[in-house]
């Protein structure tokens, strides 16, 4: 029986023919005209049922070793818990070079030139060569040849020169033994939670709950040594986003003769295979990645970290909508080891199940750095007449103060473009995406409107379509337009805008990265990318604007978000001994959330959240599924859900006794990309009671007839 990646939630039977494929091989298999690419998942001696018609495999691809058992039941487990076709499933777990008929070719392992004798190689280069003695001198460190290119396109040439001369060496990437970084002294708190991480046996969840800046990663770099040194695997898993670069290079400074994989959405195909096959034959010790690494199959798998375990990143919200923390979790069951979730701002999920007694929760109340504190925060009011292009007087005046002092200063707005909104000022019209119920975002740099759902773009329109009127005005700011308007307020500083669009290209945001850890940059206009993770030395002012946007959505867990995105931001500050301030500008400061965000403490803003979650029935009191629907109109996405919905009304009685079946509704964003959108929410009190219903309902649900529309349905959504 295979496993194919087709839209059918079933197992094919195939005959071996003249093969002797064993599960978890890969295989190449006749479908209908096409080959395609599957996992053998069973062997079926009685071959009963398919004889006769049934065709057989066409090869076995030996670029891939069988899967493991573990891995292929990890997979059974998502295919069933998210309701999603095995064969998906597996196909979403492999590197994509697998998921094609085509055999991999592994390329060579790479290796590192270095020189044992610098001077001796320079003396054999002419002094005016100038470029050969930049490549030689680098060499003095061991460099891979992707890093020698980056040195001088000649480099590698140069270098097997040199090799063949006798005057460099080559090494196996792995076995080049750098000095490792120090391990820094643990505080108190730091080496209580190392103790008791690397001490755990056996299946152990743990909730790090650190603030901001508290050394959460010197903790895993510290248990991760332990781990590594009896000989095991560690799996440690971050959100998706750009801090890879940085972390990795925390970790491959302190590991340095330990061969490490990333798997994350920055490598190419080939990369990204060659390292998860060192994962899987246990040559890789340490896997570092994102999402979808979770999972990598790893022989001697001893321990797993989820970083950021709050990031809503962990969960896929397309094709099959898994929480990778979730199955981290289960993974970590399964095969008996220790995990450990970490956040300055844990999930109302985790908190929940450290408070219920399920994870031990492992607490750092205080910044790693001696002698630095937590930042200050102010809330400024926003009082139309009072503002300056957007900012209270006060924040202007901070920022002056701060620059004086030769600090940078950091300008959190999660906005990008130039203004949201483009208004005419004599009738009211706006923009709009033609594809989306959804405003038009202005581009002034290139001089377009974008729309942020689906892509759609036009050139700006200079007269008011429906009233003529040419003063057509932008409404709020977002990222250019308050650098546009900084520059102006402080000429000669070095303003340094952060965002989707200004990183696009691949090493944009190293590139940026680098202006602000070497100090050219004074101030940072930044989208969430850059609130989360980094650290900075002499960033000591953080000037939060539109905050107040995350407050009142229709979403239960805005406010958590909001308070995760916040405390992330003010955790920028004031990593170092100068203590940091923080100031939110907003509407609303009579609000219970800023109450609590001013508090600096999570704790109480998060019993307060579970207490309201538990009153309400919300999740993670509740499990949810959600259906959703989309179409043409919004009535055949309707007329879809409502048979779904039937589905579950036609359940045994004691099934669907604790069920809650709400009625469709439209969403939200009501058009998206040109099509309309429904939902269906599924509730129980229990996980277990949601799957079992879910379980029975599927197989009605899977044949009903869809049109011109489609559904699909996501187990534990995070956004409604
Ligand atoms: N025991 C220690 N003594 C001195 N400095 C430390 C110690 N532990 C960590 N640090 C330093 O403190 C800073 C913050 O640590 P780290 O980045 O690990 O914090 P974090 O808890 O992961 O923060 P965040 O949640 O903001 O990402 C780093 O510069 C790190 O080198
Ligand atoms: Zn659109």
């Not at 066409?58 to 899967?67: N, S, T």
């Not at 309701?83 to 070719?105: D, Q």
């Not at 270098?159 to 460099?168: D, M, R, T």
Request: glycine share 8%; aromatic share 6%.
């Amino acid at each position: 029986m295979v496993a194919l990646d087709v839209p059918l939630n079933r197992l094919f039977g195939y005959g071996v023919g003249d093969f002797d494929p064993q599960v978890g091989q890969r295989v190449i298999v006749p479908f209908g005209p096409r080959q395609l690419s599957g996992v053998v998942i069973e062997r079926r001696t009685d071959a009963g049922d398919f004889t006769g018609k049934t065709r057989n495999i066409l090869a076995v691809r030996d670029d891939l070793p069988a899967l493991p058992a573990a891995t292929l039941s990890l997979c059974q487990f998502v295919a069933d818990y998210y309701h999603h076709p095995m064969g998906a499933v597996i196909s979403s777990a492999l590197p994509t070079v697998f998921r094609n008929v085509p055999a991999f070719k592994a390329p060579a392992p790479a290796c590192v030139y270095y020189t044992p004798d610098l001077q001796k190689l320079l003396a054999s280069i002419g002094k005016r060569a100038h470029a050969q003695r930049r490549v030689a001198e680098s060499l003095a460190l061991p460099h891979t040849p992707a890093a020698l290119r980056r040195v001088h396109d000649s480099g590698v040439k140069w270098a097997k020169g040199w090799l063949e001369a006798g005057l460099v060496c080559t090494a196996a990437e792995t076995s080049v033994l750098a000095a490792a970084s120090p391990c820094l002294p643990l505080n108190a708190e730091q080496s209580d939670a190392v103790a008791r991480l690397s001490s755990a046996q056996g299946f152990e969840p743990f909730l790090l709950y650190g603030i901001t800046g508290s050394g959460k990663t010197e903790v895993y770099l510290q248990t991760i040594a332990a781990v590594l040194a009896r000989g095991k695997q560690v799996l440690v898993l971050i959100p998706e986003i750009n801090l890879t670069p940085q972390l990795e290079g925390r970790f491959r400074a302190r590991f340095p003769g330990v061969h490490m994989a990333c798997l994350h959405s920055g490598l190419n195909d080939t990369e990204r295979a060659v390292n998860w096959l060192a994962a899987l034959s246990g040559n890789a010790r340490i896997v570092l990645g994102t999402r979808l690494a979770v999972f990598t199959p790893l022989p001697q798998l001893g321990m797993i970290v989820v970083d950021e375990e709050h990031d809503p990143s962990f969960k896929q919200q397309e094709g099959l909508r898994y929480s990778a923390r979730d199955v981290a979790v289960y993974r970590a069951r399964t095969a008996g080891v220790p995990i450990v979730l970490g956040s300055a701002t844990p999930s109302i999920e985790s908190w929940a199940n450290a408070r219920a007694g399920r994870y031990q929760i492992l607490q750092l109340k205080e910044r790693a750095v001696p002698g630095a504190v937590l930042p200050k925060i102010t809330l400024l009011p926003v009082k139309k007449a009072g503002l300056i292009d957007g900012f209270n007087r006060m924040a202007f005046a901070r920022m002056h103060e701060a620059l004086d002092r030769g600090e940078q200063v950091l300008v959190f707005i999660n906005r990008r473009g130039y203004s949201p909104v483009l208004q005419c000022g004599e009738c009211g019209w706006m923009a709009s995406c033609q594809h989306c119920s959804a405003r038009l975002v202005l581009h002034m740099r290139d001089r377009r409107l974008r729309c942020h759902h689906c892509g759609f773009e036009e050139a700006i329109t200079h007269a008011c379509p429906d009233c003529g009127n040419q003063d057509l005005k932008p409404v709020g700011q977002g990222t250019q337009r308050l650098e546009e308007s900084l520059a102006t307020h402080f000429p000669g500083k070095m303003i340094l805008r952060i965002d989707r669009d200004s990183t696009r290209r691949k090493g944009e945001m190293d590139a940026a990265l680098a202006q602000v850890h070497s100090g050219e940059a004074d101030i940072l206009i930044g989208t969430q990318m850059l609130a989360k993770g980094h650290d900075f030395d002499r960033l000591n002012l953080v000037i939060a604007l539109n905050a107040d946007t995350g407050l009142f959505s229709v979403d239960f867990r805005a406010e958590e978000r909001l308070f995760a995105l916040l405390t992330q931001v003010a955790g920028r500050a004031g990593r170092r001994e100068t203590p940091g301030e923080v100031m939110i500008q907003t509407a609303f400061a009579d609000h219970p959330f800023y109450h609590q965000l001013l508090g600096r403490d999570y704790a109480p803003f998060a019993e307060r959240t579970l207490i309201e979650r538990t009153e309400m029935l919300l999740p993670p009191a509740a499990a949810w599924a959600l259906f959703r629907a989309e179409a043409p109109e919004i009535e055949q996405a309707l007329a879809i859900l409502k048979l779904i919905r039937a589905c579950f009304e036609q359940l045994d009685s004691n099934l669907l006794q604790p069920i809650t079946l709400n009625q469709p509704v439209a969403a939200t964003m009501v058009k998206r990309a040109g099509v309309e959108r429904a939902q269906l929410l599924i509730a129980a009190p229990q996980r277990a009671q949601l799957q079992r219903a879910l379980h029975q309902a599927m197989p009605h649900i899977e044949v009903i007839k869809t049109g011109k529309g489609r559904w699909s349905l996501d187990v534990d959504p995070i956004e409604v």
